[in-house]
């Protein structure tokens, strides 16, 4: 009797804590992915950043770090990728019991360490790695065609800083260069302040149009460097191959039981 009761609570305490991806398998594991996914997503950022500063920003008012113009960018990233990787995967896709609800059968290999049924378990992410790549760069590129989206807090606010850059008073250099020729015959007269608006205002017009595209292009970038095919290869195995690492996750996943 006593020995019956030692199994099922060795049995309820297996199936409820240790055979299933909860806690810290959800956790590590969004981080191993998104921990990967930086290295890309950095690359794309420093890129558009440089772009950026060739584009739009003189020389004279440059950021000690380029980064800086897109920080707006960085920091929504920051704080969003990890809450929307971890539902992405988990609670919307890998969840529940791998058991048969009606036979109460599971495959063999199931709950690890390949399980071909879609069920919260380490043993399921690993057979059906390919969809989870495709999970993982979705929820990416999803957060980045938010960001980038004109018009998007983000986008708006990247703008913004990228104009406090631009946005410096006029240097005597820069009047000439920049104000219409009907003006230039009055260089004697100083700028008159409602001049000065409606220059400011077309400044930031100037920035936001060569802005948009390089902004606009980043998913775009994330794409082709993962490797992906498009929206028919749901989870196929041989896209994503650049944003795959699936040696090191996979390693890294059955290492929770
Ligand atoms: C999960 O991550 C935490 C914090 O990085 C670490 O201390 C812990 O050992 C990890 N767990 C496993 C099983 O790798
Ligand atoms: C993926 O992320 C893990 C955890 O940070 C790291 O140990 C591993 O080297 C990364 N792999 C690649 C290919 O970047
Ligand atoms: C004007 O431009 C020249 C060269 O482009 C630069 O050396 C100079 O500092 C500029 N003057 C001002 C006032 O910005």
Redesign the pocket.
Known sequence: MLSVLRLLITITFASNIALACEG??V??VT?YILSNYSTPIYNIFREIAEEIENLVVPPSSRAADRLDYITPLLSSYEGNSYSRMETAIFPSYFHGKCEDPTTGIAPSGCPNPSCSVVCGTPGSMVYHFPKLRRIAFDSVRAMLLENTREGSDTYNSVHKTVMRFTGTRATSNMTTRSIPRIFWARKDLDLLPEFEDMYLMKRADDVGAKLKPILESIPDRLATACGYVGPDEDGSTDELQECSWKTGTVE?IL??P
Do not use: A
Request: hydrophobic share 25%; charged share 40%; proline share 0%.
């Open positions: 810290e398998c956790v590590n981080k890294y290492r929770f």
